[in-house]
């Protein structure tokens, strides 16, 4: 059986060498004058530098270093993903490899999740060394984010957060939810999620990784896990009540205009072919619309029935630490 230990420090990198020796040291420091059991879990993201080489390096003077390297550039969220089902630790701390979160906050972070009893603790950098351009973009994911999960969180997106154990190795994530996790923890029924003000430094080496096509990938994301979570499981609940609703109207506008008809056929009034109307167009597109979102809903749910929910496979080039085969 593993050992369990205290923390699990998830750090995933890309191309951050010059970052990682004293990040490293940081962790270390903090862990041991708390006396803490822990593992540093580094998850190179396909870097280009001499991230790898740093990591091996940190391993063989520390052996609570693991780590596993990407094959090629996959992304946060894969790197998270594939960290979160590797971790050991009952509390797992995520930060960033780029020292602009500190390690000094773990301890409170720790506190939090074993003492007051939370599912996940969220950074909050109150005060930010990011320019306007950032600035303002983030506060509008935050409030979006807010509106829609009903988590009422200032900053979704801060890499410093910590869970307990069974929240991340619940989480089953893809594309790039990285930036909504204490939405997916929610979803997933791990209600009880704080916030923590955290200190935000400036960054001391390299450049971001991050575009400002980062904040609309953001928004799409929050519309794909909210459509997710609520109907990946029962899709005829979405597709079929959408059809269901353009079919009947459709239908009741045909019927209208055919008794509409027949009506003045009878009354002997002047009256027009069904064709002629502009609303029979109309009436007929909602009728094949909702026929086709009807067959959508049910093509899903066979969907769902004969097949399970699993994430893609990432290439793995090179682990460190692990004797097992990882699955994610």
């Known amino acids: 059986m593993a050992e369990q230990l205290d923390i699990s420090v998830l750090i995933p990198l890309l191309n951050e060498e010059e970052s990682l020796p004293e990040l490293h040291d940081w962790i270390v420091r903090v862990m041991t004058e708390h006396h803490y059991t822990y593992e540093i879990l580094f998850i190179d993201d396909g870097s280009r530098d001499r991230s790898w080489a740093v990591i091996e390096h940190l391993s063989g003077i520390n052996p609570n270093v693991r780590a596993i390297r990407f094959g090629r550039n996959y992304g946060k969220t894969a790197a998270l993903q594939t960290g979160f089902q590797s971790a050991k630790g009952n509390v797992v701390i995520t930060m960033d490899a780029d020292l602009q979160d500190s390690p000094d906050e773990i301890p409170e972070l720790y506190r939090m999740v074993t003492e007051d009893g939370y599912d996940l603790v969220s950074g909050w ?98 519309l794909v896990i909210a459509f997710v979570q609520k109907f990946s499981r029962r899709p005829m609940h979405f597709f079929g009540g959408f059809g269901t609703l353009s079919f009947f109207i459709g239908t009741v506008i045909s019927l209208w205009l055919l008794g509409e008809k027949l009506y003045n056929i009878a009354q002997g009034l002047r009256y027009r072919n069904v064709t002629d109307n502009p609303l029979f167009f109309f009436a007929l597109v909602a009728i094949i619309l909702g026929v086709q979102l009807f067959l959508a809903g049910f093509v899903g749910e066979m969907l769902v029935r004969q097949n399970s929910n699993k994430t893609g496979d990432y290439l793995i080039a090179e682990k460190i630490g692990f004797s097992d085969k990882i699955s994610v």
């Open 125 to 222: 950098k109150q005060k930010r060394y990011d320019p306007l351009s950032k600035t303002l973009p983030t506060k509008l994911f935050n409030a979006v984010s807010r509106w829609v999960s009903g988590v009422h969180l200032h900053d979704f997106n801060c890499g410093l957060k910590a869970y307990r154990l069974p929240v991340v190795k619940s989480m089953n994530l893809y594309g790039e939810m990285h930036r909504n996790l204490p939405m997916v923890a929610k979803w997933n029924g791990f209600s009880r999620i704080g916030e923590k003000v955290v200190q935000h430094r400036a960054r001391k080496y390299g450049t971001t990784k991050f575009g400002l096509d980062r904040f609309i990938n953001g928004f799409l994301d929050i």
